[in-house]
């Protein structure tokens, strides 16, 4: 029997044959997978060699399903932390430097104290150094303006923005799946 899933996962894709999310990338355990397949949900794409085991039923875990029926995305994404450090494709936006996500802080471009909001529209990805350089301030009064003025991303951009961000583990039959959809370059 295969361990709790973490060695089998499933990639999930969209009824368009899209993944749900691709940062975090859409996958289920192989519970969950196997799961679905028994109550019709979703179609098998591709399997791994690992099979299981019933008294009445063998199957090889599913690791490419697609939904039966199209979930839409939501219009709007929700404000957090982590979605603002992918809407700015984790880089600071006053050196324009990259950093993990546990280096990054978000900055308020009008301070709160001065009235700003946190909001998509008043809110930053910042490196520590910037964010401690330009503190309390307005960015004119200290010369520091975003790269790129904060504004509310649609949730396609977020994920358009994901897909520059590949996860840790791709199993090789996720990769005709994941990337289909992009771009040739002629």
């Not at 996962?9 to 355990?29: E, T």
């Not at 990054?104 to 104290?113: A, C, E, I």
């Not at 307005?138 to 975003?146: A, G, H, N, S």
């Amino acid at each position: 029997m295969p361990d709790g899933g973490s060695h089998y996962p499933a990639l999930v894709l969209n009824a368009d044959f899209r993944p749900l999310s691709y940062f975090p990338l859409s996958i289920w355990a192989w519970q969950d997978a196997v799961k679905a397949v028994f109550m019709d949900r979703v179609a098998v794409l591709s399997e791994y060699e690992t099979e299981v085991r019933s008294p009445s039923v063998s199957m090889k875990l599913p690791s490419v399903i697609a939904l039966k029926e199209y979930v839409p995305s939501a219009r709007r994404p929700a404000f957090t932390r982590f979605n603002v450090f992918l809407r700015d494709c984790f880089a600071c936006q006053y050196c324009g430097d990259p950093f993990p996500t546990h280096d990054l802080t978000f900055d308020h471009v009008v301070p709160r104290s001065k009235g700003g909001r946190t909001a998509w529209e008043n809110v930053v990805t910042a490196c520590s150094c910037c964010n401690l350089r330009k503190g309390n301030r307005l960015p004119r009064e200290c010369r520091m303006w975003p790269r790129n003025p904060p504004r509310q991303p649609t949730s396609w951009e977020l994920q358009d923005n994901g897909r520059a961000f590949p996860p840790n583990y791709l199993h090789e039959s996720w990769r005709d799946f994941l990337y289909w959809d992009s771009e040739l370059e002629g």
